[in-house]
C-alpha cells in the first residue's frame, strides 16, 4: 500500500487520540499520508543511496549523492564502485566506511546477494535479517529499505533518532504507553505512523 485511505487516517486518528491530543490534532491537520514514488527500481542502487544518507540530512545526502553519479564512469552508480575507485568514492564526501560500504554492496550484487524478487518475498524480520549480514548495512538501512524499497507497511525503525524523539515527545509521562506499546496501537501501519514522525519532525530520510 503506497498511502493511507481516508478510512484507514481516521483509524490513526482515533489511535492517536488514545495518546496524544497534539498528536491525533496534527495527524489529522496533515492528512492521508503515502510513500513517494521510488526514484529507482533497482535494488543495488536504492540501498547505494540509502548508505549515502546515512546520518546525514536529506539536504547533505542529496548533494553527495549527486557527487557519486557525477563521477561514476559506469552506467549504474554501482558498477563503480570497485576498490580501484575508492578514493575517487572518497573525493565525493564519502567517509571510508560508506566508501567500502558500497564496494562491498557491489560484491554482494555479484555474487546474488541482492535479489530483489526473493527478498520479496521473506517476512520482514528474515529480510531484515538478510540485509544486516552484508557488510556495512545495519538495522537502520534495512528498515528504510524495507519501507521505500519494498513498501513494507509496518515497519517501526525506532533506530532513527527523528522518528523515536518525536513520537517519544507525544507518549512521554504516558501511563500506559511508551515507544513500543504506544506504537503497537497503529499496527500493522506502522511504517505510516513513522512518516508521520518524519512530517511532524520535517527531518524525514532521503526516499
Not at 73 to 96: H, I, K
Not at 149 to 159: A, I, N, T
Not at 175 to 180: A, E, F
Amino acid at each position: 500500500m503506497r498511502k493511507l485511505t481516508p478510512e484507514l487516517h481516521d483509524d490513526f486518528h482515533r489511535a492517536a487520540r488514545r495518546l496524544s491530543t497534539p498528536l491525533a490534532s496534527a495527524i489529522r491537520a496533515i492528512g492521508p499520508i503515502g510513500f513517494q514514488r521510488r526514484r529507482t527500481r533497482d535494488l543495488g542502487v536504492h540501498l547505494s543511496r540509502v548508505i549515502v544518507g546515512q546520518q546525514l540530512s536529506t539536504l547533505a545526502a542529496r548533494a553527495i549523492w549527486a557527487r557519486v553519479e557525477a563521477a561514476a564512469t559506469t552506467p549504474r552508480v554501482l558498477e563503480f564502485c570497485t576498490p580501484d575507485n575508492l578514493e575517487a568514492l572518497r573525493a565525493c564526501g564519502l567517509s571510508g566506511n560508506k566508501a567500502r560500504a558500497l564496494v562491498e554492496l557491489r560484491r554482494s550484487e555479484e555474487a546474488g546477494e541482492l535479489d530483489a524478487d526473493r527478498l520479496r518475498r521473506l517476512p520482514p524480520a528474515e529480510r531484515r535479517a538478510a540485509l544486516t549480514r552484508l557488510w556495512g548495512i545495519g538495522p537502520w538501512t534495512a528498515d528504510m529499505v524495507s519501507m521505500f524499497f519494498f513498501r513494507e507497511s509496518d515497519v517501526w525503525p525506532l533506530g532513527d533518532l527523528a522518528v523515536r524523539k518525536t513520537f517519544e515527545r507525544f507518549v512521554d509521562g504516558h501511563r500506559r504507553y511508551d515507544v513500543h506499546s504506544g506504537a503497537a496501537l497503529f499496527a500493522p501501519y506502522r511504517s505510516f505512523l513513522a512518516l508521520y514522525m518524519w512530517r511532524i519532525a520535517n527531518d524525514g530520510p532521503d526516499e
